[in-house]
């Protein structure tokens, strides 16, 4: 008789009923896959259904293509759920690498003066198995492989979170300025991160990753900028012991006027004039 009672209590299960156990065992988040897994019988429309009911109930909130969230109390008024809330275990659903970069990156570091208004992930190509349409907070940047040795780890509300550390993080700003709204903005950004940076022994693992190119623009902006010459210094002398060659490249790629001048040090064709927000 138990038996019997616990599976016509099974059978009678509904996806609010389910998504709530889930939540009481601790899990903040759900796949339609698990669904469809739970719900053998109840077709893809339904759960579908189901799923936009409880979504315009602020029961749950999808994040992501297949992948859905349940909204905690505490952002249950807003139906708005922080990155940093779910984005180890959506990288764990998408089965891709990542870390935490550029402004979210700088964010979590304590050198962003603003909250970014995007949440930045950068993970592996190829970006065809990567939705981008479901959740417009989030930006991602790709690359052909991840920097693990300047990752660090922290503790979030659901787990624990990769982010580049302020030297990559220095390196990933101006390498994707684009991004992040240009070369001023980063260099902004820069003179927040550059209490925490810290490049010696760091350039040679550095080049495995980047270009040459975009530690001679981070130079040029560190010194001539800046005024950081320490700083600027041990990323020159670092190059030198490389035995690379630096050759003259254009300061912003993305601006299309003729340069007005040169700098022979970290051999830069300056084509913007570059003027740092009051901070």
């Not at 050198?111 to 959740?135: C, D, E, G």
């Amino acid at each position: 008789m138990i038996i019997f009672a616990t599976q016509i209590a099974a059978r009678r299960m509904t996806i609010r009923d389910w998504i709530k156990e889930k939540e009481i065992g601790g899990s903040s988040h759900f796949s339609v896959e698990e669904l469809q897994l739970a719900f053998p019988k109840m077709g893809y429309e339904l759960i579908r259904n189901e799923l936009y009911r409880l979504s315009s109930r602020k029961v749950v909130t999808s994040v992501y293509k297949g992948f859905y969230v349940i909204i905690p109390v505490q952002y249950a008024s807003k139906g708005v759920i922080p990155p940093l809330y779910y984005v180890d275990q959506l990288m764990s659903y998408i089965n891709k690498p990542y870390y935490i970069s550029l402004l979210s990156a700088a964010e979590i570091l304590g050198a962003a003066h603003q909250r970014p208004q995007r949440f930045y992930i950068t993970t592996l190509r190829p970006s065809a198995n990567v939705s981008k349409s479901k959740n417009p907070i989030l930006e991602w940047i790709f690359r052909t492989n991840i920097p693990a040795q300047f990752l660090l780890q922290k503790n979030s509300q659901t787990g624990t979170i990769r982010y580049s550390n302020a030297e990559l993080t220095a390196v990933d700003l101006v390498q994707y300025s684009h991004y992040v709204g240009g070369l001023a903005r980063v260099t902004t950004l820069l003179s927040e991160l550059i209490e925490l940076t810290d490049f010696r022994d760091k350039i040679d693992a550095l080049l495995e990753f980047f270009n040459i190119s975009t530690l001679q623009r981070l130079g040029y902006l560190l010194e001539v900028v800046l005024e950081e010459q320490e700083q600027a210094d041990v990323i020159y002398e670092q190059i030198l012991k490389t035995n690379r060659r630096l050759n003259y490249i254009i300061l912003d790629v993305h601006n299309s006027s003729e340069h007005t001048e040169l700098n022979k040090r970290w051999r830069i064709k300056i084509n913007t004039d570059i003027e740092i927000d009051e901070i």
